[in-house]
């Protein structure tokens, strides 16, 4: 099984062991672009894997914030009260790179820049890069593929 994220189409495919297309998503990467440099606000290009998957059984809309629950439920009245608010929602798929010097160690490091693959608000547009770096995706979409990928999954990012 491994995951295939193109920028150009803000889409992420997963496939099976025999390279069959399972599923195909819409998503939004990062408004500034692909980069993988640290404090950048680019999606990282390259060869990941899922390092960790965080939020399993959580109710759908179940606020993160540095990878923990906050006991909080996404709600338009939620984000009203705090509008500057990067929203991390529902679950969280967290990528490490596994090319040293493009998206491993120093400061291209995918998982010190805490890069994922995680939920958002509905009305977040899909389709279009948005995001300050990760990969975001509706949150049903998340909940699927989450239930799907073990941790080891290989990610690919191309632009």
């Given at each position: 099984?491994?995951?295939?994220?193109?920028?150009?189409?803000?889409?992420?495919?997963?496939?099976?062991?025999?390279g069959?297309?399972?599923?195909?998503?819409?998503?939004?990467?990062?408004?500034?672009?692909?980069?993988?440099?640290?404090?950048?606000?680019?999606?990282?290009?390259?060869?990941?894997?899922?390092?960790?998957?965080?939020?399993?059984?959580?109710?759908?809309?179940?606020?993160?914030?540095?990878?923990?629950?906050?006991?909080?439920?996404?709600?338009?009245?939620?984000?009203?009260?705090?509008?500057?608010?990067?929203?991390?929602?529902?679950?969280?798929?967290?990528?490490?790179?596994?090319?040293?010097?493009?998206?491993?160690?120093?400061?291209?490091?995918?998982?010190?820049?805490?890069?994922?693959?995680?939920?958002?608000?509905?009305?977040?547009e899909?389709?279009?890069?948005?995001?300050?770096?990760?990969?975001?995706?509706?949150?049903?979409?998340?909940?699927?593929?989450?239930?799907?990928?073990?941790?080891g999954?290989?990610?690919?990012?191309?632009?």
């Amino acid at each position: 099984m491994h995951i295939e994220i193109s920028i150009p189409e803000q889409s992420l495919t997963l496939f099976d062991d025999e390279g069959a297309q399972l599923n195909r998503y819409a998503v939004s990467t990062a408004a500034n672009g692909v980069g993988c440099v640290k404090d950048s606000g680019c999606t990282p290009l390259g060869s990941h894997i899922v390092r960790a998957k965080i939020g399993d059984a959580a109710p759908e809309n179940t606020v993160f914030v540095g990878r923990r629950p906050t006991g909080e439920i996404f709600r338009p009245e939620l984000a009203a009260e705090f509008p500057q608010r990067d929203w991390i929602l529902t679950r969280i798929l967290w990528l490490s790179g596994t090319e040293a010097g493009k998206n491993r160690l120093g400061n291209v490091d995918t998982m010190q820049r805490y890069i994922y693959i995680h939920g958002s608000p509905d009305s977040v547009e899909m389709g279009t890069p948005g995001s300050h770096g990760c990969i975001r995706m509706r949150n049903a979409d998340l909940i699927a593929l989450f239930d799907q990928v073990p941790v080891g999954t290989t990610v690919n990012i191309h632009d």
